[in-house]
Antibody, heavy 120, light 108 residues
Framework: EVQLVQSGAEVKKPGESLKISCKAS????????IAWVRQMPGKGLEWMGI????????RYSPSFQGQVTISVDKSTSTAYLQWSSLKASDTAMYFC?????????????WGRGTLVTVSS | EIVLTQSPGTLSLSPGERATLSCRAS???????LAWYQQKPGQAPRLLIY???SRATGIPDRFSGSGSETDFTLSISRLAPEDLAVYYC?????????FGGGTKVQIK
């Protein structure tokens, strides 16, 4: 089955670090871009950044540049989103998504989301 | 960055009626690279339309997209109870990718 399986919900304190994951299966991981999308409680979708597994550098939205790091591990077909120092404002649902074709960044496959709660 | 403005914010219609959702871009969207997603409560978004008017795999023909440049529309003919959701437009013609704020469709 073609799917993206995300890691489970996290509860963290401000200042802590975190790395969440998105494991792809059922398709060739290196042929599609993987993006991360944030959805704050009760709010809309925000594109954070995207990475092509065959490249070494991710591309970020200016709003998230320097705030998070996107990476991939081709050996395990897994994408990651990480924070070095969480803030309460990072509380949100985070979705990974696969682009549909080529370099067109619309997304035909989504993970179920990872809920991150940051609270003291 | 391209700002996408969706209207109305909320749409309340009866089953069988036609829903018309608008997405307006702050500048022309390159090559009509405009997609629509449906997000039901507690679920991940689902791709409905790409390239402004092409239906994604498995999407019923009740859903249709149209428009170009700065004005795009998602139409849902014959609204069904399972269409209760928030609908988002997304442009992917320019980086950064941007999403509209969403239109919530309620079923009377």
């Amino acid at each position: 089955e073609v799917q993206l399986v995300q890691s489970g919900a996290e509860v963290k304190k401000p200042g802590e670090s975190l790395k969440i994951s998105c494991k792809a299966s059922g398709y060739s991981f290196t042929k599609n871009w993987i993006a991360w999308v944030r959805q704050m409680p009760g709010k809309g979708l925000e594109w954070m950044g995207i990475m092509y597994p065959g490249e070494s550098n991710a591309r970020y939205s200016p709003s998230f540049q320097g705030q998070v790091t996107i990476s991939v591990d081709k050996s395990t077909s897994t994408a990651y989103l990480q924070w070095s120092s969480l803030k309460a404002s990072d509380t949100a649902m985070y979705f990974c998504a696969r682009n549909a074709i080529g370099s067109q960044w619309y997304f035909d496959l989504w993970g179920r989301g990872t809920l991150v709660t940051v609270s003291s | 960055e391209i700002v996408l403005t969706q209207s109305p914010g909320t749409l309340s219609l009866s089953p069988g009626e036609r829903a018309t959702l608008s997405c307006r871009a702050s500048q022309p969207v390159n090559s009509n690279f405009l997609a629509w997603y449906q997000q039901k409560p507690g679920q991940a978004p689902r791709l409905l339309i790409y390239g402004a008017s092409s239906r994604a795999t498995g999407i019923p023909d009740r859903f249709s997209g149209s428009g170009s440049e700065t004005d795009f529309t998602l139409s849902i003919s014959r609204l069904a109870p399972e269409d209760l959701a928030v609908y988002y437009c997304q442009q992917y013609g320019f980086s950064p990718i941007t999403f509209g704020g969403g239109t919530k469709v309620q079923i009377k």
